[in-house]
């Protein structure tokens, strides 16, 4: 199994928005997914007030390498959940240590945040409440990792 590959990267899937409640039935099943990958990779989740303060802190993240950002933007690229993968997988052996997977401010991503951004990331044409939407993005993350390590839990359909 390859997950220890994985183990060295942190995985961190941040919002501009309220810090989510533990009354959250989203954020309670987000939490979850984040757990489950933690056998794959360093999870974390953090809440950022503004846009601004998450580019700063996404500046502050480069160790080794720069840190990857993904943005989940509407405009942005459709993947399949094995394509998903591949991506992150192709970051991981190009030696990334740091994927941020950041969901923006209700008014969208400005176009400064956009091109600081190795990846413009859309869930679909609709829009989805910032909960709804990392709960999606989290059981993706947990699926990619499960398809790179060769976890069962994607039957492929």
Do not use: N
């Not at 401010?105 to 910032?130: E, F, I, K, N, V």
């Amino acid at each position: 199994m390859k997950s220890s590959i994985l183990l060295f990267m942190q995985i961190s899937l941040v919002h501009v928005g309220a810090i989510s409640g533990v009354k959250d039935p989203c954020e309670v099943l987000v939490q979850s997914y984040l757990e489950r990958c933690s056998q794959f990779a360093r999870c974390s989740t953090q809440a950022f007030r503004a846009e601004k303060v998450l580019l700063d802190w996404v500046g502050r993240q480069s160790g080794r390498t720069p840190a990857v950002l993904v943005l989940l933007d509407s405009r942005g690229k459709l993947l399949t959940s094995e394509s998903f993968a591949a991506w992150v997988g192709k970051h991981r052996d190009a030696g990334a240590r740091h994927i941020i997977f950041a969901i923006g401010p209700a008014s969208g991503w400005t176009d400064d945040a956009r091109r600081q951004a190795q990846l413009l990331l859309s869930l679909g044409p609709m829009t989805l409440a910032h909960a709804l939407a990392r709960l999606v993005v989290a059981e993706q993350v947990y699926r990619a990792v499960t398809i790179l390590t060769g976890h069962p839990y994607h039957c492929g359909h």
